[in-house]
């Protein structure tokens, strides 16, 4: 262990030094943001009507902001998620499916199974139509 | 070898996926009939596969799971709760338009709870932690023309998502102390160890403890209990309240009394003093409830405080008598839910204290099985709960814990207050003939689970040595008998 790091042992426990530089990072990532803090507050402040107005990309914004979207956006997003990543877990299988012979077939089957009920119920309950 | 070990779980998933799909399928008798057919049918199965393989010690996939007496009776417990709940289930409106969904969810949480029984691994516990609570949130939010159960569900999401991640949290302390997530593993680290008392095992318990409590609605956690259980389907509160609550205990046995053993020193007066909360806020908080669904509520954060001193006592001893005590309060809590839920299809008010009144006069046997289960939860000799309560704090004794005995016997008392008026509304009370009658048919076969839960109570203290023999192997297995 080194020195300098045995000086904080009374700090964290043994096991912890390790996270040491994390400690130090989090520090200087504290100091930078309340330098800018600072600052900000320190700075001279002359608000007028024209600095005060929301702005975007430079131009006054023309349309409300709460929209409200259908809920099928929703629906549809949520289930390109959910069946993404589902089948996102067929990478892994692929490459030791090899070695695993026989069994990992079936286990690939049965997930598969799943996956593809799931979207069969999915279907037939009218999340995928659009209204 | 593996595989063949996890058959009861793999057997109420697959149920749970097949009883999906019968929803879907276009003839009407397997819409209305087929969901709950094959979520029974399932259930029955894995619970044969259970008893099949009891008395087997199988350590699975690399021992994150344990298939043994401990996992195969808790397994039981569950899978007599959910065939219960299913049974009452029947007709009731949050799942008459989507049977296939209900009953899946239904299953989806018993092979949650299953696993959390077998877990030998925190990884695996936590996935099954997660399995039952997400599959319960939906659950009680299933009535979604109700501003009641929706506020049940939400509320039930995010307190249970914040215990999850406390619980998650003290899971990785734990790992990073240990530096292995398998719980033989981690009690060979612990054994002859300096751990004890290092502030980052200390924290990887406290963390720990409070999370699975609030899975366990034990005080201080318990905040959230009866606004979810009021709001819920009943059918669902009994379900959570039973089986929900096995999985919690489970997890803190599995945890406490199986994996950190070694450090008992670190871990006992924690799940003590929130075991001592628990009784006292449950039984003062139920003395003032006039709605049947918060007073169960309450009494069953006062059980899982009664329920607790076992883990506390870290011992076989208090293992067993948790065990025990898990049984006698599965049927009891049935009970006293079935009647609530047979009540609350005949009137409008149906969840009141109130609507209770002059019932035991007009269906005596029913009346029995009440008074049976409210005289049990309350701890009178010689029915179960006496038994049960009297093993815990006699385990609580063994341990040095007298303070603890102490408290669980001054809440007894208390109890009786709330559980007492029960029995006299139902059995003295008198209701104005103009009370709004709701009419709906009463679930077919709730009679059928009200009777076989009374009998079920007796049983357990009549057969009481045979049910203790197999709760003690159970603990002993837990510790790797």
Redo the contacts between chains.
């Keep these: 262990m080194p020195a300098a790091v045995a000086g904080v042992g009374w700090l964290c426990?043994m096991?912890?030094n390790d996270y040491l530089p994390i400690l130090v990072f989090l520090v200087a990532g504290g100091v930078i943001a309340g330098a800018l803090l600072t600052l900000g507050l320190l700075g001279p402040r002359r608000p007028s009507a024209v600095k005060e107005t929301p702005y975007e990309s430079g131009i006054l914004g023309a349309t409300p902001v709460r929209q409200r979207f259908s809920i099928d956006f929703y629906m549809t997003a949520m289930l390109f998620i959910v069946f993404d990543i589902e089948l996102a877990f067929l990478y892994p299988i692929a490459v030791t499916l090899r070695d695993d012979g026989m069994l990992g077939l079936i286990v690939l089957l049965v997930f598969v199974f799943?996956v593809v009920?799931a979207l069969?119920?999915v279907w037939?309950?009218g999340a995928l139509e659009w209204r | 070898m593996n595989l063949a070990a996890t058959t009861p779980i793999l057997i109420v998933g697959a149920g749970a996926t097949i009883s999906l799909s019968m929803g879907l399928l276009p003839w009407r008798f397997a819409q209305r009939h087929g969901p709950t057919i094959v979520a029974l049918v399932g259930l029955l199965a894995a619970a044969v596969m259970s008893l099949v393989f009891w008395g087997d010690r199988i350590e699975a996939f690399d021992g994150s799971l344990h298939i043994d007496r401990f996992s195969m009776l808790l397994n039981l417990i569950f899978i007599t709760a959910a065939i219960a709940v299913i049974l009452l289930s029947i007709r009731e409106p949050g799942a008459v338009d989507r049977r296939g969904e209900y009953a899946s969810l239904i299953l989806f949480s018993t092979a949650g709870m299953m696993l959390v029984g077998a877990a030998g691994d925190l990884i695996v516990l936590f996935v099954g932690i997660e399995l039952l609570s997400v599959a319960l949130y939906v659950l009680a939010a299933l009535e979604v023309w109700r501003e009641r159960s929706l506020e049940s569900g939400l509320k039930y999401l995010i307190v249970g998502a914040v215990g999850s991640s406390i619980l998650l949290y003290g899971f990785a302390l734990l790992y990073g102390a240990t530096g292995t997530t398998r719980l033989g593993e981690i009690a060979e680290a612990l054994s002859g160890s300096t751990l004890t008392g290092e502030p980052l095992v200390f924290g990887a318990v406290v963390l720990i403890v409070a999370g699975l409590g609030f899975k366990a609605s034990a005080a201080p956690f318990h905040m959230w209990t009866p606004d979810v259980y009021e709001g819920a389907p009943t059918p669902i509160t009994a379900f959570m309240s039973t089986a929900t609550k096995a999985a919690a205990l489970a997890a803190f046995l599995r945890v406490f009394t199986g994996g950190l053993v070694e450090i008992e020193a670190d871990w006992d007066l924690i799940i003590g003093v929130v075991a001592a909360a628990a009784i006292i806020v449950g039984n003062i908080a139920a003395l003032v409830q006039d709605n049947m669904k918060r007073l169960l509520a309450y009494s069953s954060v006062a059980q899982a405080g009664y329920l607790l001193i076992g883990v506390a006592a870290g011992s076989i001893q208090g293992a067993e008598a948790t065990l025990y005590y898990l049984l006698a309060y599965l049927v009891m809590t049935l009970a006293a839910f079935a009647i609530v839920i047979i009540r609350e299809r005949e009137v409008i008010d149906g969840d009141t204290v109130g609507a209770l009144a002059g019932y035991a006069r007009r269906r005596p046997v029913h009346g029995a099985v009440l008074t049976l289960a409210m005289l049990s939860l309350a701890g009178f000799p010689p029915l179960s709960g006496f038994l049960g309560k009297f093993l815990l704090f006699g385990s609580a004794v063994e341990a040095d814990m007298i303070w603890l005995a102490v408290i669980g016997a001054i809440g007894s008392i208390i109890s009786l207050g709330y559980y007492l008026r029960v029995l006299g509304v139902a059995w003295f009370g008198d209701r104005p003939q103009s009370a709004a009658e709701q009419g709906l048919e009463s679930p077919r076969l709730a009679g059928l689970v009200t009777v076989a839960s009374g009998l079920a109570i007796v049983a357990l203290a009549v057969a009481a040595s045979p049910v203790l023999d197999a709760c003690r192997s159970a603990a002993e297995s837990l510790l790797g008998a």
């Design positions: 426990p096991e912890l799943t009920e069969v119920y037939k309950k």
